[in-house]
T-cell receptor, first 112, second 110 residues
């Protein structure tokens, strides 16, 4: 097991709604990154949090936002959902941003 | 941009045949990571290559990092049905903020 847990596993939302996805990391994993993986494509970097502050951001609009909490859990929030937001959302965490990444099993979001 | 290109996009092989996927970048890579994603699963970290010309082996898998640190390859010897999945390379831009290639989907006929 990777020690990275995501919830929920599947979610269906309507266009225009807001969604919150959650990621729980192993104790001590102070770095968490979120990725979006559309069907048939490689994961795309959304943003990274390090010690509760945003540490880097990919090419995603501001309606994608996140939080990291002192207990090493993390949230990804997406406002004003669009059909193209349908994807597998992955979080990955580690102790300090080095080395290989254990990914969670992801949340599959469908926007209808 | 700092993209990585992977070829081929798909590969069908007969069980027992070898398989290779290639990853190319127009700019020098500080390091490269490889992941495997089974159908319906999530990416699983395989290895990270850091040094120019580095070669690492994991059982039937051989990973290479080019001398110029602009390309990398993953070679699987004598494929098995358990090797089925999509193999991704990912450049590590800084602090594990990864840029993934498009992946090579491997299908193995028993």
């Amino acid at each position: 097991e990777t020690g990275v847990t995501q919830s929920p596993t599947h979610l269906i939302k309507t266009r225009g709604q807001q969604v919150t996805l959650r990621c729980s990391s192993q104790s001590g994993h102070n770095t968490v990154s979120w990725y979006q993986q559309a069907l048939g494509q490689g994961p795309q970097f959304i943003f990274q949090y390090y010690r509760e502050e945003e540490n880097g951001r990919g090419n995603f609009p501001p309606r994608f936002s996140g939080l990291q909490f002192p207990n090493y859990s993390s949230e990804l929030n997406v406002n004003a959902l669009e059909l193209d937001d349908s994807a597998l959302y992955l979080c990955a965490s580690s102790f300090d941003p080095v080395g290989g990444y254990p990914f969670g099993s992801g949340t599959r979001l469908t926007v209808v | 941009g700092q993209q990585v290109m992977q070829i081929p996009q798909y590969q069908h092989v007969q069980e027992g045949e070898d398989f290779t996927t290639y990853c190319n970048s127009s700019t020098t890579l500080s390091n490269i990571q490889w992941y495997k994603q089974r159908p319906g699963g999530h990416p699983v970290f395989l290895i990270q290559l850091v040094k120019s010309g580095e070669v690492k082996k994991q059982k039937r898998l051989t990973f290479q990092f080019g001398e110029a640190k602009k390309n990398s390859s993953l070679h699987i010897t004598a494929t098995q049905t358990t090797d089925v999945g999509t193999y991704f390379c990912a450049r590590n831009n800084a602090g594990n903020m990864l840029t993934f290639g498009g992946g090579t989907r491997l299908m193995v006929k028993p």
